[in-house]
C-alpha cells in the first residue's frame, strides 16, 4: 500500500515546516532559556565561560593569583626574617613534619637535631632525637621585621617552637632558612616580569602599531631593526646591557635597570604581532569612517584597532612573563644581575653553583621549584587566554 502524500499539483506551493512568522529574538518562543542566556552575555562573559573550560588554565590562574597575592604579606608568610642566621644549624637538610609520635596524636611538629662533624669529609651530620618534640605554632610572635620596610611587626603564619627549629626547606652556609628566602625572593622574581612586561608592551605597541598603521619606510626600517635585534644571541647580549650597570648603583636602581634590560630584549616580538594585527585591521570600514571624521593616527590606533585585538595582547603578555623571569634568574644566577641584599630566585640558586654543593646539600636547588611551577601556570594561562580571545569559535 502506498502511504507517500500525493504530489502537489504544478504551480502550487511546496509545503514546508518552517515557520513565516517574524523572527523576534527576544521572544520566549524564538529562543530557548539558554540560547537567550548567550545571546544577552557581553564580551567578557563569553570569555571568562570559555575561559573556566580549560580546567588547567584556570587552575595555574588561581595558583599564580595566590602566589601574587602572597608577596604583598610575605613578611607574615615567612617563618624567618629575611636575615635570621642559626649558626648553629648551618646546612641543615630539611625537617619532615610529624602529627604521630609514639601512636598518639599530637599534631604538627619536628624533632629536635644534634649535629655531629664527620671529620673525614668535614660534613655536618644532622639526626633527629626523638626525645625532643617541638610543636609548630600557627598565627604567632617570632623574628621582627619590617613590613614593606614601613611598619614593624613580628607576627608570622608558621612559627618553630619556643627556642625551638622549623627548616621546611633546610638552610644555607649562613644558616638562614632556605623556605624564608624563597618566599622572599618571590617579591622580586615575580613582580620583576611584570614591570618588564610592561615597558616591553609600551615599546611594542607604539612601534609596532605605527609600523603596521603607516608602513612605508618607517615599517622597513622598524623591521630592520627587529631582526637585528633578534639575530643577536641572548646570552651576550645580556652580558654586555648587564655590564653597562654601574657597581656603585643602589640595589632599587639594579632592579630597575634589570626590568629595562628586559623589556628591551622582548618587545620585537610583540612589535611584530602588532604590526601583522595592524595592516590587517587598517583595512577596514571603520578605520576608513573615522579617517574621513578627521581623527588622528594616534586616535585611531589608542581607540579603534588596538581594543579589537587586546585579547590577543594579554594573552601574548602573559606568554611572555615566563621569559622574563627566566632571564631574571639567569643573569643574578650568573652574577651579572641583582645583588645582595636584595633576594631573587636567581641569587638562591647562586648558592647551587658547585657541584660539590649540590652532591652534598642538593635542598639548595630548591628555589628553582618555584620557577618551574611559575613558567609552567604561565605558559597554562596563556594558552587558556588564547583560545578564550575567540569566544565564538
Not at 529562543?31 to 580549560?54: D, G, N, Y
Not at 608577596?71 to 613534619?97: G, K, W
Amino acid at each position: 500500500m502506498n502511504t507517500q502524500s500525493p504530489l502537489p499539483a504544478p504551480g502550487a506551493p511546496l509545503q514546508h515546516y518552517v515557520s513565516i512568522a517574524p523572527f523576534d529574538l527576544h521572544s520566549v518562543e524564538a529562543m530557548t532559556p539558554e540560547q537567550s542566556k548567550v545571546f544577552q552575555a557581553s564580551q567578557l562573559r563569553l570569555m571568562w565561560w570559555k575561559f573556566r573550560r580549560h580546567r588547567l588554565a584556570l587552575i595555574s590562574g588561581i595558583f599564580l593569583a595566590a602566589l601574587y597575592l602572597g608577596i604583598l604579606i610575605c613578611e607574615f608568610l615567612a617563618p624567618y626574617n629575611l636575615h635570621t642566621r642559626n649558626m648553629d644549624y648551618i646546612y641543615s637538610p630539611p625537617q619532615r613534619v610529624h602529627l604521630f609520635h609514639d601512636g598518639r596524636f599530637i599534631g604538627p611538629f619536628v624533632y629536635g637535631r644534634q649535629m655531629r662533624l664527620d671529620m673525614e669529609t668535614l660534613k655536618r651530620n644532622y639526626m633527629d632525637r626523638q626525645d625532643d618534640i617541638q610543636r609548630i605554632r600557627f598565627f604567632c610572635k617570632g623574628d621582627r621585621y619590617l613590613f614593606w620596610g614601613l611598619i614593624e611587626g613580628d607576627r608570622h603564619l608558621v612559627c618553630p617552637a619556643e627556642n625551638g627549629q622549623l627548616f621546611l626547606a633546610g638552610t644555607d652556609r649562613l644558616g638562614r632558612d632556605v623556605l624564608s628566602r624563597i618566599i622572599y625572593g618571590a617579591r622580586i622574581s615575580l613582580t620583576i616580569g611584570l614591570v618588564g612586561i610592561g615597558f616591553s608592551f609600551l615599546l611594542g605597541i607604539v612601534i609596532g602599531g605605527l609600523a603596521g598603521y603607516h608602513g612605508g619606510m618607517f615599517d622597513l626600517i622598524v623591521q630592520r631593526i627587529i631582526e637585528v635585534l633578534q639575530s643577536i644571541p641572548s646570552i651576550p647580549l645580556w652580558l654586555a646591557l648587564a655590564a653597562i650597570m654601574p657597581i656603585t648603583w643602589s640595589p632599587i636602581l639594579i632592579y630597575f635597570g634589570i626590568t629595562v634590560i628586559l623589556g628591551l630584549l622582548h618587545w620585537t616580538g610583540l612589535a611584530r604581532a602588532v604590526r601583522s594585527k595592524l595592516l590587517a585591521l587598517r583595512e577596514e570600514d571603520y578605520v576608513l569612517a573615522a579617517q574621513l571624521m578627521g581623527a588622528s593616527s594616534s586616535r585611531i590606533i589608542r581607540r579603534h584597532l588596538i581594543p579589537g585585538f587586546m585579547s590577543h595582547l594579554i594573552a601574548t603578555a602573559t606568554i611572555s612573563i615566563p621569559g622574563m623571569i627566566l632571564g631574571e634568574t639567569a643573569l643574578s644566577f650568573l652574577g651579572l644581575g641583582l645583588r645582595p641584599p636584595i633576594t631573587s630566585w636567581g641569587i638562591l640558586l647562586t648558592e647551587a653553583r658547585s657541584v660539590s654543593v649540590i652532591a652534598f646539600y642538593p635542598w639548595l636547588l630548591l628555589p628553582i621549584l618555584p620557577v618551574i611551577l611559575v613558567i609552567l601556570a604561565f605558559n597554562f594561562l596563556g594558552d587558556g587566554l588564547r583560545d578564550a580571545a575567540d569566544p565564538y569559535k
